[in-house]
Protein backbone atom coordinates (compact mmCIF):
# COMPACT_ATOMS: atom_id res chain seq x y z
CA UNK A 1 0.00 0.00 0.00
CA UNK A 2 1.19 3.69 -0.87
CA UNK A 3 1.82 5.45 2.63
CA UNK A 4 0.70 8.98 2.45
CA UNK A 5 2.20 11.50 4.61
CA UNK A 6 0.49 15.42 4.99
CA UNK A 7 1.15 18.24 7.05
CA UNK A 8 -0.70 17.51 10.16
CA UNK A 9 -2.27 20.96 10.28
CA UNK A 10 -2.39 24.63 8.55
CA UNK A 11 -3.52 27.93 9.11
CA UNK A 12 -5.14 30.33 6.54
CA UNK A 13 -7.33 33.60 6.35
CA UNK A 14 -10.25 33.98 4.43
CA UNK A 15 -9.66 34.46 0.07
CA UNK A 16 -6.51 33.73 0.25
CA UNK A 17 -5.22 30.52 -1.98
CA UNK A 18 -4.29 27.10 0.00
CA UNK A 19 -1.98 24.49 -1.01
CA UNK A 20 -1.76 21.66 0.75
CA UNK A 21 1.19 18.74 -0.78
CA UNK A 22 1.06 15.20 0.25
CA UNK A 23 3.63 12.97 -0.08
CA UNK A 24 3.34 9.25 -1.66
CA UNK A 25 7.14 7.83 -2.70
CA UNK A 26 5.87 4.49 -3.74
CA UNK A 27 2.91 5.12 -5.20
CA UNK A 28 2.33 2.53 -7.89
CA UNK A 29 1.47 2.57 -11.67
CA UNK A 30 -1.65 1.66 -11.27
CA UNK A 31 -2.78 4.53 -8.19
CA UNK A 32 -4.81 7.21 -8.36
CA UNK A 33 -4.85 10.34 -6.38
CA UNK A 34 -7.88 10.96 -4.47
CA UNK A 35 -8.70 13.95 -1.90
CA UNK A 36 -11.28 14.32 0.64
CA UNK A 37 -12.66 16.75 3.18
CA UNK A 38 -14.59 15.99 6.24
CA UNK A 39 -16.36 17.91 8.42
CA UNK A 40 -16.52 17.03 12.46
CA UNK A 41 -19.31 14.02 12.87
CA UNK A 42 -19.57 13.43 9.26
CA UNK A 43 -18.54 11.60 6.59
CA UNK A 44 -15.65 12.33 4.32
CA UNK A 45 -16.55 14.37 0.96
CA UNK A 46 -14.56 13.27 -2.53
CA UNK A 47 -12.96 16.80 -3.57
CA UNK A 48 -10.84 15.54 -6.59
CA UNK A 49 -9.15 12.87 -8.21
CA UNK A 50 -6.02 12.59 -10.47
CA UNK A 51 -3.89 10.44 -12.22
CA UNK A 52 -1.25 12.90 -13.58
CA UNK A 53 -0.47 16.46 -14.40
CA UNK A 54 -3.28 18.87 -13.21
CA UNK A 55 -7.20 18.44 -12.77
CA UNK A 56 -9.53 21.29 -11.72
CA UNK A 57 -12.88 21.25 -11.17
CA UNK A 58 -15.23 24.18 -9.19
CA UNK A 59 -14.30 23.27 -6.35
CA UNK A 60 -10.07 22.54 -6.60
CA UNK A 61 -7.11 22.30 -8.53
CA UNK A 62 -4.96 18.58 -8.23
CA UNK A 63 -1.20 19.27 -9.12
CA UNK A 64 1.06 15.73 -9.68
CA UNK A 65 4.58 16.13 -11.07
CA UNK A 66 5.63 13.72 -13.38
CA UNK A 67 7.13 11.62 -11.00
CA UNK A 68 3.78 11.48 -8.91
CA UNK A 69 5.92 10.65 -5.84
CA UNK A 70 3.58 13.56 -4.58
CA UNK A 71 0.54 15.89 -5.10
CA UNK A 72 -0.77 19.48 -4.11
CA UNK A 73 -4.31 20.14 -3.69
CA UNK A 74 -4.85 23.89 -4.64
CA UNK A 75 -8.11 25.61 -2.74
CA UNK A 76 -8.85 29.20 -4.21
CA UNK A 77 -10.02 32.05 -2.41
CA UNK A 78 -10.86 29.45 0.85
CA UNK A 79 -13.74 30.58 3.25
CA UNK A 80 -14.44 29.94 6.86
CA UNK A 81 -16.51 26.85 5.47
CA UNK A 82 -13.31 25.71 4.26
CA UNK A 83 -12.15 24.59 7.63
CA UNK A 84 -12.26 21.27 8.05
CA UNK A 85 -9.61 17.90 7.54
CA UNK A 86 -8.23 16.71 4.14
CA UNK A 87 -7.32 13.47 3.46
CA UNK A 88 -5.34 12.92 0.76
CA UNK A 89 -5.81 8.93 -0.88
CA UNK A 90 -3.32 6.47 -2.93
CA UNK A 91 -5.39 3.62 -4.28
CA UNK A 92 -5.39 1.04 -7.44
CA UNK A 93 -7.13 2.05 -9.46
CA UNK A 94 -8.01 0.13 -13.01
CA UNK A 95 -8.67 -3.38 -11.64
CA UNK A 96 -11.88 -2.37 -9.39
CA UNK A 97 -9.99 -3.36 -6.66
CA UNK A 98 -9.09 -1.18 -3.76
CA UNK A 99 -6.49 -0.18 -1.61
CA UNK A 100 -7.23 2.93 -0.13
CA UNK A 101 -5.78 4.29 3.00
CA UNK A 102 -6.38 7.20 4.64
CA UNK A 103 -3.49 8.86 6.10
CA UNK A 104 -4.23 11.57 9.12
CA UNK A 105 -4.95 14.33 7.29
CA UNK A 106 -4.32 18.22 7.36
CA UNK A 107 -6.37 20.14 9.63
CA UNK A 108 -7.29 23.27 7.64
CA UNK A 109 -8.45 26.20 10.05
CA UNK A 110 -9.42 29.31 8.04
CA UNK A 111 -9.99 32.69 10.15
CA UNK A 112 -11.45 36.18 9.56
CA UNK B 1 -30.57 11.09 -5.45
CA UNK B 2 -30.80 9.78 -1.72
CA UNK B 3 -27.44 9.50 -0.18
CA UNK B 4 -26.02 6.51 1.66
CA UNK B 5 -27.77 5.93 4.85
CA UNK B 6 -26.54 4.36 7.98
CA UNK B 7 -28.42 3.12 10.70
CA UNK B 8 -28.72 3.40 13.82
CA UNK B 9 -26.97 7.04 13.94
CA UNK B 10 -25.67 6.05 17.42
CA UNK B 11 -25.24 3.05 19.66
CA UNK B 12 -24.18 2.00 22.95
CA UNK B 13 -23.26 -1.41 24.15
CA UNK B 14 -21.06 -2.97 26.75
CA UNK B 15 -17.81 -4.95 26.52
CA UNK B 16 -18.15 -8.56 24.84
CA UNK B 17 -21.42 -8.34 23.20
CA UNK B 18 -22.39 -8.00 19.39
CA UNK B 19 -23.38 -5.31 17.65
CA UNK B 20 -24.73 -5.37 13.76
CA UNK B 21 -24.57 -2.40 11.64
CA UNK B 22 -26.63 -1.42 8.37
CA UNK B 23 -25.48 0.64 5.29
CA UNK B 24 -27.80 1.43 2.45
CA UNK B 25 -25.63 2.65 0.07
CA UNK B 26 -27.09 5.10 -3.52
CA UNK B 27 -29.29 3.36 -5.65
CA UNK B 28 -27.28 1.98 -8.81
CA UNK B 29 -23.71 1.73 -6.38
CA UNK B 30 -22.79 -1.79 -6.22
CA UNK B 31 -19.88 -1.19 -3.88
CA UNK B 32 -19.78 -0.42 -0.05
CA UNK B 33 -16.82 0.02 1.66
CA UNK B 34 -16.74 0.28 5.98
CA UNK B 35 -14.23 2.66 7.58
CA UNK B 36 -13.56 2.71 11.12
CA UNK B 37 -12.59 6.28 12.94
CA UNK B 38 -10.84 7.19 15.82
CA UNK B 39 -8.94 9.85 17.23
CA UNK B 40 -5.98 7.72 17.63
CA UNK B 41 -5.92 5.65 14.76
CA UNK B 42 -7.33 8.20 12.22
CA UNK B 43 -9.72 7.17 9.62
CA UNK B 44 -8.96 3.17 8.65
CA UNK B 45 -10.03 0.34 6.03
CA UNK B 46 -12.30 -2.06 7.06
CA UNK B 47 -13.61 -4.27 4.06
CA UNK B 48 -15.03 -3.69 0.75
CA UNK B 49 -17.94 -5.32 -0.84
CA UNK B 50 -19.03 -5.62 -4.58
CA UNK B 51 -21.87 -8.06 -5.65
CA UNK B 52 -22.12 -9.89 -2.33
CA UNK B 53 -18.38 -10.17 -2.20
CA UNK B 54 -15.54 -9.61 -0.23
CA UNK B 55 -13.35 -7.93 -2.34
CA UNK B 56 -11.00 -6.61 -0.11
CA UNK B 57 -10.15 -6.57 3.62
CA UNK B 58 -8.29 -4.07 5.55
CA UNK B 59 -5.80 -5.38 8.71
CA UNK B 60 -8.53 -5.53 11.67
CA UNK B 61 -9.11 -9.09 13.82
CA UNK B 62 -11.81 -11.84 12.48
CA UNK B 63 -14.53 -9.92 14.70
CA UNK B 64 -15.04 -7.58 12.67
CA UNK B 65 -17.38 -8.80 9.42
CA UNK B 66 -19.50 -8.03 6.68
CA UNK B 67 -22.11 -8.93 4.58
CA UNK B 68 -23.65 -7.41 1.41
CA UNK B 69 -27.14 -8.62 0.13
CA UNK B 70 -28.40 -8.48 -3.31
CA UNK B 71 -29.81 -5.16 -2.95
CA UNK B 72 -26.02 -4.12 -2.31
CA UNK B 73 -27.27 -3.36 1.17
CA UNK B 74 -24.55 -4.32 3.73
CA UNK B 75 -24.37 -4.94 7.07
CA UNK B 76 -21.57 -4.96 9.29
CA UNK B 77 -21.08 -7.07 12.60
CA UNK B 78 -18.70 -6.61 15.39
CA UNK B 79 -18.48 -9.38 17.82
CA UNK B 80 -16.95 -9.51 21.71
CA UNK B 81 -16.82 -6.00 21.82
CA UNK B 82 -14.06 -4.24 23.39
CA UNK B 83 -13.60 -1.05 24.74
CA UNK B 84 -11.33 -0.10 21.65
CA UNK B 85 -13.87 -0.48 19.18
CA UNK B 86 -15.73 2.82 20.17
CA UNK B 87 -15.78 4.52 16.97
CA UNK B 88 -17.39 6.19 14.18
CA UNK B 89 -17.87 3.85 11.73
CA UNK B 90 -18.52 4.94 8.35
CA UNK B 91 -19.72 3.01 5.44
CA UNK B 92 -19.34 4.50 1.95
CA UNK B 93 -20.74 3.52 -1.84
CA UNK B 94 -19.40 3.90 -5.25
CA UNK B 95 -20.52 2.38 -8.13
CA UNK B 96 -18.21 -0.45 -8.95
CA UNK B 97 -15.57 0.00 -6.32
CA UNK B 98 -12.49 1.35 -8.62
CA UNK B 99 -10.01 3.95 -7.26
CA UNK B 100 -11.37 5.84 -10.43
CA UNK B 101 -14.64 6.36 -9.00
CA UNK B 102 -15.47 8.66 -6.27
CA UNK B 103 -16.63 7.07 -2.35
CA UNK B 104 -19.98 8.38 -1.53
CA UNK B 105 -19.61 8.63 2.56
CA UNK B 106 -22.70 7.82 4.90
CA UNK B 107 -22.92 10.19 8.34
CA UNK B 108 -21.79 7.46 10.18
CA UNK B 109 -22.73 5.57 13.28
CA UNK B 110 -21.29 6.20 16.82
CA UNK B 111 -20.56 3.63 18.64
CA UNK B 112 -19.60 3.51 22.64
CA UNK B 113 -18.39 0.29 23.87
CA UNK B 114 -18.92 1.00 27.86
Known amino acids: LAKTTQPISMDSYEGQEVNITCSHN???????ITWYQQFPSQGPRFIIQ???TKVTNEVASLFIPADRKSSTLSLPRVSLSDTAVYYCLVGEGGTGRRALTFGSGTRLQVQP | KAGVTQTPRYLIKTRGQQVTLSCSPISGHRSVSWYQQTPGQGLQFLFE???????NKGNFPGRFSGRQFSNSRSEMNVSTLELGDSALYLC?????????????FGPGTRLTVL
Open chain 2, 92 to 104: ASSRTGGDYNEQF
Open chain 1, 26 to 32: NIATNDY
Open chain 2, 49 to 55: YFSETQR
Open chain 1, 50 to 52: GYK
